[in-house]
């Protein structure tokens, strides 16, 4: 198989199961997180791939797979990390731990809806990342993000751009 020019060739591999739930084959490819091995590289694809190496596809209402194709020719903005102890962010992606829901402010309670957090730690950076480091602590938003958890650590890659600012 060959790509053609910035496009890469990914093998989908859908999830089997979410948490203790196993996921039936005509549903895998609604639910969990999307991953694929490389299976070939164009000349002019920007980041450093290799073939055999997984990675992390979004996970957002931008992209879908809504077939159950094997494999998927993609350009270099569909492709989010490669697959390791934690997700090792491509380009101008960053990988965050963000920190637990605050369960209250002071002495009040926080109804459900408000306990989401966001701030987190910078994990890793992509080679093109300009304005953030690891360890950053880093305020971001809800949209445009994807969720990818690893040994039942959940992270978050955002777009370096996308990322609100450093908390000092």
């Known amino acids: 198989m060959i790509a053609v020019r910035d496009t890469v060739i990914i093998l989908l591999i859908y999830n089997d199961k979410i948490g203790s739930v196993y996921i039936p084959d005509e549903a895998k490819q609604y639910f969990g997180e999307y991953t694929g091995e490389v299976v070939a590289v164009g000349e002019e694809f920007p980041y450093e791939l290799s ?9 957002h209402e931008g992209f879908k797979v809504y077939a159950t194709k094997e494999y998927l020719s993609l350009q270099e903005k569909w492709v989010v990390a490669k697959v390791g102890d934690y997700p090792i962010p491509i380009g101008d992606r960053v990988t965050i731990e963000p920190f ?69």
Request: hydrophobic fraction near 35%; aromatic fraction near 8%.
């Open 51 to 59: 073939v055999g190496d997984k990675i992390y596809l979004p996970r």
């Open 100 to 168: 637990p829901p605050k369960e209250k402010i002071g002495s009040v309670y926080l109804p459900d809806e408000e306990k989401e957090t966001q701030e987190g730690k910078v994990i890793a950076v992509g080679k093109e990342v300009k304005g953030f480091a690891v360890n950053d602590i880093v305020i971001f938003g809800e949209l445009f993000a994807t969720d990818i958890t690893v040994n039942d650590k959940k992270y978050i890659i955002y777009k370096e751009k996308e990322i609100m600012g450093v908390k000092k």
